[in-house]
């Protein structure tokens, strides 16, 4: 049968007066949509007629919903302009078949296609899309439609948000009513006299209208942002929270914690007040609302941190440790403790100490009674918590944990000890990860009066009767993760325990994952640890998630074991090398490709003492794969990883290990990112232009800008690597890239291209500066234009090349004098404006800075400086932030001092107490470092010395100096 007869047939089929045969030729387009392969624009006016005629069949509703599926599935298929112009008046019979088809509440396979085009051709609804959200929101609302039916018409709607979420804003009239009917969904809770006391937690059921209604919030909040939704959740919930039905006051509460991420600078906005309001919940009369309170401050410390801790600890911590105290409701007191850790996690450490003593013994008096209570009635569920938040609080505090070290140490080796049983082994897991990260934060010194004990116990755990633990045991992963730090500890003296820990590790490494291909029809159950993702209307793709976890732990260990060994690892490099390459291959967990990726540079370095050939063998097996990475990983995240590990392997191998194939290749996929990401800002410009165009989808494509920018930032550090090492025998292969970049200079491009071409011909100065007056065409003057750039990244990378040519061109006679001295009043301009001294500008201001002390000193000579000059140039002293400049700016200062300047010094060396005041304030602040500085450091000494001797001067200098420079200089 040849494609004219197939078309002829399916279309006799649906002209036929039997509704069966209508369905087939029906169900045969639905089934394989594309069947017409290439040929399909010849015959698009019969395809349509055929759909069309179905869609409006007159006598048969299921004929009318088996087009409604054929349709959605042919026009999926489609591109959204293509649909558009052939099908728009397809939309009103597809409309009115989903809502008869929602209204018989018989077969819901019609609006399961309807979501799936709403996901693919969003825009493709715009005619009907107020009939289809008028209708939604009236099932939504509805209950008398059965459950299922209201939430598959919330996912169409949710779904149409995500996909095409501008559009929807233009009809922002149907967004309060939206949140209104999800708010009401989620107060659809069972009452459960015993839920507070449950020792045992279930998962939750997504089945429950209240979990999927809580799920869409979210779903819509981060759709269509905060300035869309919040004035709506703000206007709807307080009412909530006021009502005498506590299942209100629970959505209410719930609500706020489902909107937290989408609303993001919206509530941070109005983050005192969420909070406050939030606040006199935590002490509800109804165990569940508290539950909801703690949940709400929970998730915004998470997703508001730091600024959450910083500016709410005052009110929120108190109502946190007093409802520790909750004793009676297990499931409460373990959420709190939850909270707490949410808020610990991303705390500042000044935060965290003034609460340190009195949090610690309440914890401490926490951990006695429910270890207690454990023994005497087996309950865990807040032993359990209150032990990871303890971890927790010790990771933050680190070494100030110290204080309190023996107040947990002892209850926490008796639970690990003891705590045997197969229902214990997640406590007792938990107990080894929260006494292995006590130890890292209070260190060595600390810890080694247990670190033996401890050792023997994992040892003991892990060889037992010779048996392997199960591979389900929750114990694995935290021993592996353990041990890590255990690692971290100890040094290079954990290398005589690698022989007992690598044999699980490797084997958790290995884990591979199950998978399958079933129907889309077929029931899985996914409780059994089954994730399904759809591939068709036919087919869905799954994966078994038991394990990967383990899998992925395993990984960043050994990403662990090789950094913090290195030598020490050598034995283990071969055998884990050929488990992390392929790995970088491994779709089914992006961070198992992340530390596979991240491993490759430090498994390289491991091997670096066996010797050249053996170095080379390693670079030429994990080479292929990596490079192959590097063009083909979709992740952003885990590209930008890729991209580090390439530079990585750059700096570790140095000369002589990338042949001239694998230089081809790694400009190759340069090349192409450097194009793409041209293509994705010609592609913003048309975002910019289209119908929907909005405030919102700015913000995205800021988001997205920010994005390119990090992997910008990655390409120029693998060629800052490169030509770190190659130097100017890496200009005939930059003069391949270089088209790029000059491109990324011009006006219209954005500023992150800007700063990172800036940046890629800063290290050609630095590292190639023979080839320079070659490119200085394309360099100079947007060099010295983008010194006045409103972004502070594209003034501080201009800067530093400006510094750059006046340190490699120096003297008199430098080809780039000229062009020095002219960049001078734009550099002076940055560092006067009112605001360089800001967070954001600080580092701009400095490199400005910094240039102006090397031009001074390398290209007009401190001699032809004269005194308005040198004290303005004073005057900007000392710096803040910039540890790798201060070198240079610090260094002239002194070269000035040790030259009797007397500008600097001042009439009879008045201004001494103000250079050591600079000297001091930069040793202070750790711009300058003894170990980073060593040079700088000697000769702060040998000028500070002889004055200390002098001691009538010295008294004269100190007494001019604030408190805590007087403490640095004389130790008292």
């Not at 969003?122 to 609302?141: H, S, T, Y």
């Not at 030429?620 to 530079?647: G, H, R, W």
């Not at 690597?721 to 000059?742: H, M, P, S």
């Amino acid at each position: 049968m040849n494609w004219d007869e197939l078309l002829k047939f399916m279309f006799n089929c649906c002209n036929s007066g039997t509704a069966q045969h209508k369905e087939s030729a029906l169900s045969i387009l639905n089934s394989v949509p594309d069947i017409f392969g290439s040929a399909q624009q010849n015959y698009i006016g019969l395809i349509k007629e055929m759909l069309f005629a179905s869609l409006n069949d007159p006598d048969n509703p299921n004929v009318r919903f088996a087009a409604i599926r054929a349709t959605c599935a042919f026009l999926t298929g489609l591109e959204e302009d293509e649909a558009k112009r052939y099908f728009t008046d397809f939309l009103k019979p597809m409309l009115k078949g989903v809502e008869d088809c929602v209204v018989a509440e018989d077969d819901d396979g019609p609006l399961k296609s309807f979501v799936e085009l709403a996901e693919k051709l969003p825009k493709f609804l715009r005619p009907g899309l107020d009939q289809l959200m008028e209708f939604a929101l009236r099932v939504i609302a509805n209950t008398n439609f059965a459950d299922n039916w209201r939430q598959l018409v919330l996912e169409l709607v949710v779904t149409i948000c995500e996909a095409a979420p501008a559009m929807i804003r233009k009809k922002d009239k149907y967004i309060a009513p939206l949140v209104v009917q999800m708010l009401q969904m989620m107060t659809d809770l069972e009452d459960e006299e015993d839920w507070a006391m449950e020792d045992e937690v279930e998962d939750v059921d997504s089945d429950e209208n209240c979990v999927a209604a809580e799920a869409a919030l979210d779903r819509l909040a981060c759709a269509l942002g905060g300035k869309m939704v919040m004035p709506h959740i703000i206007s709807a919930v307080p009412p909530m929270l006021q009502s005498k039905e506590w299942k209100h006051r629970y959505a209410g509460l719930m609500a706020i914690s489902a909107s937290a991420e989408g609303c993001k600078k919206a509530m941070e906005a109005n983050m005192s007040s969420i909070v406050m309001a939030c606040l006199p919940y935590i002490t509800d009369e109804h165990p569940r609302v508290r539950f909801a309170c703690c949940n709400a401050l929970g998730q915004m410390a998470s997703d508001f941190s730091p600024l959450f801790q910083k500016k709410m600890h005052d009110k929120v911590l108190p109502g946190l440790i007093h409802l520790l105290d909750d004793d009676g409701h297990p499931r409460v007191q373990s959420h709190t403790a939850a909270a707490l850790v949410n808020f610990f996690e991303e705390c500042p450490q000044n935060v965290l100490l003034p609460y340190l003593p009195d949090l610690c013994q309440k914890m401490q008096a926490t951990l006695e009674k429910k270890t207690m209570e454990l023994v005497q009635t087996h309950r865990k569920l807040v032993l359990e918590q209150i032990i990871t938040t303890i971890a927790t609080i010790a990771d933050t505090a680190e070494n100030h944990f110290t204080l309190f070290y023996q107040s947990f140490m002892p209850n926490l080796k008796y639970i690990m000890e003891n705590a045997n049983d197969k229902e214990l082994r997640l406590l007792r897991g938990k107990t080894i990860e929260c006494i292995s990260l006590i130890g890292l934060a209070v260190g060595k010194e600390v810890f080694l009066s247990d670190a033996e004990q401890i050792m023997n116990m994992l040892l003991k755990a892990q060889t037992d009767d010779g048996e392997q633990m199960d591979a389900d045991d929750p114990q694995v992963s935290y021993m592996i993760s353990a041990w890590a730090r255990m690692c971290k500890i100890i040094g290079p003296q954990f290398t005589a325990y690698l022989p007992v820990v690598m044999p699980p590790l490797l084997r958790a490494a290995q884990i591979k994952p199950e998978v399958a291909l079933v129907d889309s029809d077929e029931q899985v159950d996914e409780d059994e640890g089954w994730e399904f993702v759809p591939l068709s209307d036919q087919q869905k793709f799954g994966v078994k998630t038991a394990g990967l976890e383990d899998k992925n732990t395993a990984c960043q260990m050994l990403v662990c074991y090789a950094r913090e060994l290195k030598e020490g690892f050598a034995d283990y490099t071969e055998q884990v090398v050929k488990i992390m390459v392929p790995l970088l291959k491994f779709y089914f967990h992006d961070l198992i490709r992340s530390a596979a990726a991240e491993s490759l540079p430090f498994l390289l370095e491991s091997v670096k003492h066996k010797g050249d050939d053996y170095v080379r063998d390693m670079w030429n097996y994990i080479c292929p794969e990596l490079f192959k990475s590097l063009q083909t990983e979709m992740e952003p995240d885990i590209l930008a990883v890729v991209m580090e590990s390439v530079a990585s392997c750059v700096e570790v191998l140095g000369v002589g290990f990338i042949d001239s194939l694998q230089m081809e290749e790694l400009v190759e996929a340069m090349k192409n990112h450097l194009k793409k990401n041209y293509d994705k800002e010609e592609e913003r410009k048309e975002a910019r232009k289209d119908e929907d165009y909005d405030e919102e989808v700015e913000e995205g494509i800021e988001e997205e800008l920010d994005q390119d920018d990090y992997l910008l930032g990655k390409i120029a550090d693998i060629i800052h690597n490169l030509f770190g090492v190659y130097g100017e025998d890496f200009i005939q292969v930059f003069d391949k890239l270089t088209e790029y970049f000059v491109a990324m200079l011009a006006p219209d491009r954005p500023g992150l291209e800007h700063q990172w071409a800036i940046c890629v011909f800063d290290d050609l100065i630095d590292f190639a500066p023979n080839s320079a007056p070659k490119y200085q065409q394309h360099f100079l003057q947007p060099m010295m234009h983008y010194l006045s750039d409103i972004n502070p990244g594209v003034r501080q990378a201009a800067a530093y090349g400006v510094g750059a040519l006046a340190t490699k061109f120096p003297g008199a006679n430098s080809p780039y004098l000229e062009f020095c001295k002219n960049c001078i009043p734009n550099l002076v301009n940055v560092i006067n404006d009112p605001e360089s001294r800001e967070i954001e500008n600080m580092s701009a201001t400095e490199n400005c800075i910094s240039a102006i002390s090397k031009i001074f000193k390398h290209i007009i000579g401190q001699e032809n400086l004269d005194e308005a000059t040198v004290v303005t140039w004073l005057s900007w002293l000392p710096i803040q932030e910039d540890d790798e400049e201060s070198v240079h700016i610090y260094g002239f200062l002194l070269d000035l001092v040790e030259n009797n300047n007397v500008y600097v010094l001042g009439d009879n060396n008045a201004n001494l107490p103000d250079i050591i005041k600079i000297l001091t304030e930069g040793i202070i602040n750790k711009t300058i470092k003894s170990d980073d500085h060593p040079e700088l450091m000697a000769r702060i000494q040998a000028f500070i010395v002889p004055l200390q001797k002098n001691e009538a001067v010295w008294s004269a200098i100190l007494a001019k100096l604030p408190e805590t420079h007087k403490v640095l200089l004389t130790g008292q």
